[in-house]
Antibody
Framework: QITLKESGPTLVKPTQTLTLTCTFS??????????VGWIRQPPGKALEWLAL???????RYSPSLKSRLTITKDTSKNQVVLTMTNMDPVDTATYYC???????????????WGQGTLVTVSS | QSVLTQPPSVSGAPGQRVTISCTGS?????????VHWYQQLPGTAPKLLIY???NRPSGVPDRFSGSKSGTSASLAITGLQAEDEADYYC?????????????FGTGTKVTVL
């Protein structure tokens, strides 16, 4: 059974750096084709993909946020960490992590999601 | 900023059929990348509804179906039920000059009348 759970601060001040941790179980991030991504959703707005890290440590970032994001993994701890610098009130959102599996020419999308964690940016 | 456009809302009476469009371009859906669909019930995390354009994960009712053609994709819900009232998002992959990235649609709210 695959589960993911996000953790981190609920409140950060403008200009601070946000660090979120996704702790998962039921799969290994060293298995070929597996990835863990981060997606956020501002209150009342649409989903926005942020970053994804693959089993082979390949990383992808949203072009609009690439300069502010860093994604890393700790396979031994079953964790993926996302850092976002220079936080602004517009970054207030629920942040989700999600599991992804793909192969040559196929993918199953983001098939398992964490419950999400609401991060508010305010002074 | 999303490159996948969906209608903001669709509605239908119980038992009716509704469709949600997802319009992309030659750098995402039109490039042959898979489209996935998610259902988000109020106050909950998104749930995978359709993967690989037209495949249903185990447990998803066959009332939900997906298709893709050219630079667009569609989600159809037949026999609409009250429990289908939710937000729906398409998702794909984009290989534009700014770099490869994943992308979600603008989202569609389905209302059961």
């Amino acid at each position: 059974q695959i589960t993911l759970k996000e953790s981190g601060p609920t409140l950060v001040k403008p200009t601070q750096t946000l660090t979120l941790t996704c702790t998962f179980s039921g799969f290994s991030l060293s298995t070929s084709g597996v990835g863990v991504g981060w997606i956020r959703q501002p209150p009342g707005k649409a989903l926005e993909w942020l970053a994804l890290i693959y089993w082979n440590d390949d990383k992808r970032y949203s072009p609009s946020l690439k300069s502010r994001l860093t994604i890393t993994k700790d396979t031994s701890k079953n964790q993926v960490v996302l850092t976002m610098t220079n936080m602004d009130p517009v970054d207030t959102a629920t942040y989700y992590c999600a599991h992804r599996q793909e192969g040559s020419g196929w993918s199953r999308g983001f098939d398992y999601w964490g419950q999400g964690t609401l991060v508010t940016v305010s002074s | 900023q999303s490159v996948l456009t969906q209608p903001p809302s669709v509605s239908g009476a119980p038992g009716q059929r509704v469709t949600i469009s997802c319009t992309g371009s030659s750098s995402n859906i039109g490039a042959g990348y898979d489209v996935h669909w998610y259902q988000q019930l109020p106050g909950t995390a998104p749930k995978l509804l359709i993967y690989g354009n037209s495949n249903r994960p185990s447990g998803v009712p066959d009332r939900f179906s997906g298709s893709k053609s050219g630079t667009s994709a569609s989600l159809a819900i037949t026999g609409l039920q009250a429990e289908d009232e939710a937000d729906y998002y398409c998702q794909s992959y984009d290989s534009s000059l700014s770099g490869p990235f994943y992308v979600f649609g603008t989202g569609t709210k389905v209302t059961v009348l």
